[in-house]
């Protein structure tokens, strides 16, 4: 909520929709955003349906307008996702100019980005034991697919032409001390030329 009120300050007026949410800054934004709207992903229910009044979303195949939002937001979503770089170019595709995708994703900085799984010809193939993050609408979990490592921006900017800021927030006081405390920011360009 920090990084938003400092790089979008206007955000409570603003079309936001957030992949995944979870916890209370997400209870926050759809309490005090009217534009606000959010999903949910399942394997087994297609994009833009919706499951027990809950719209589905996929971030590598969106049902979204070109740009259509101002903020798209992910909370550790983008370590589950297989072709990440297709979510880079799907979500840049849905942004408005100058729009922000506003997201937290473990990151390693200190060393290059770790593929632990991949789709291959006969589906899901394991390059590393399988490691599952906590989900809040799947009690199996997620399981993670890349560790990202410090050329993340770079694969990001690759993908889809969105430049991206790291802030790093330290505050003992409310607790953010610790590894994984960055939130990222990638913006796409305010105009056609880039």
Not at 67 to 79: G, K, N, P, R
Request: charged share 25%; net charge negative.
């Amino acid at each position: 909520m920090q990084v938003l009120d400092e790089t979008a300050s206007q955000w409570r007026e603003l079309r936001i929709h957030e992949s995944s949410p979870d916890g209370a800054s997400s209870q926050r934004l759809a309490d005090v955003c009217k534009g606000y709207d959010a999903s949910q992903y399942w394997s087994d229910v297609a994009p833009g349906a919706s499951r027990d009044g809950v719209r589905c979303e996929d971030v590598t195949r969106l049902t979204f307008d070109d740009a259509s939002l101002d903020l798209f937001i992910t909370q550790d979503v983008f370590e589950h996702v297989l072709d990440a770089a297709g979510g880079f170019a799907e979500i840049a595709r849905v942004l408005r100019p100058g729009g922000l995708h506003v997201f937290t994703v473990p990151w390693y900085r200190w060393k290059p980005t770790l593929v632990r799984a991949q789709g291959g010809e006969h589906g899901l193939e394991y390059l590393e034991p399988p490691d599952y993050h906590a989900n809040p609408v799947d009690p199996t979990g997620s399981l993670v697919i890349t560790e990202w490592g410090w050329e993340l921006p770079d694969v990001i900017y690759r993908a889809s032409g969105m430049t991206t800021t790291v802030h790093a927030i330290t505050d003992p006081r409310h607790g953010i001390v610790g590894a994984f405390r960055e939130v990222m920011v990638s913006r796409k360009a305010s105009d056609a030329a880039g």
